[in-house]
């Protein structure tokens, strides 16, 4: 396991060479952990926590500059899950997510989902959507099935 997490590593920082970006220790521990942790949705604050764990030497600044770098080289992608910062994912491991309002679960979903719509607001408005950017919000599942609380926004106190 913790070979095929290097090898995945070695790879991707072999495509940030080939952009023309450094393999910095930072930039490799950065990547570790997002490998190792794709479904967790970890904002800049949890990457930081995460690299200074095995790397107390980094600085903050290193990190969201390594983040910055490996965005810029489209390795790295953010996406806003809701109202909170908003958290990373390698590009190789992007997918598409419904959030729901009510209890804050996360659905992840192939891009392919989105095909059909993205098709035709292409053809009819020439436009070309970005569907993994943002989250798509509703209610789960679990949330419509338990009757008793009925569907409500999150807005809090106005
Ligand atoms: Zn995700
Ligand atoms: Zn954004
Ligand atoms: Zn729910």
Redesign the pocket.
């Given at each position: 396991m913790a070979d095929a997490i290097d090898d995945r590593v070695t790879s991707i920082l072999g495509q940030l060479r080939s952009h023309g970006g450094r393999a910095t220790a930072a930039r490799r521990a950065t990547i570790t952990v997002l490998l190792e942790a794709?479904?967790n949705?970890l904002s800049s604050e949890d990457i930081i926590r995460e690299v200074r764990a095995r790397q107390p030497e980094v600085a903050e600044s290193t990190v969201y500059r390594a983040l910055a770098a490996l965005e810029d080289l489209g390795v790295v992608e953010h996406?806003h899950l809701g109202h909170g910062p908003s958290?990373y994912?390698l590009t190789g491991?992007a997918?598409q997510?419904l959030v729901c309002r009510q209890c804050g679960r996360?659905v992840?979903v192939p891009d392919s989902e989105f095909a059909e719509l993205s098709e035709r607001l292409s053809a009819g408005y020439g436009f070309e959507i970005d569907p993994r950017h943002f989250a798509i919000l509703g209610r789960c599942r679990h949330c419509r099935s338990r009757r008793r609380n009925p569907a409500t926004s999150d807005a809090g106190p106005a």
């Open positions: 794709p479904r949705h996406v958290t994912h491991q997918h997510h996360v992840e």
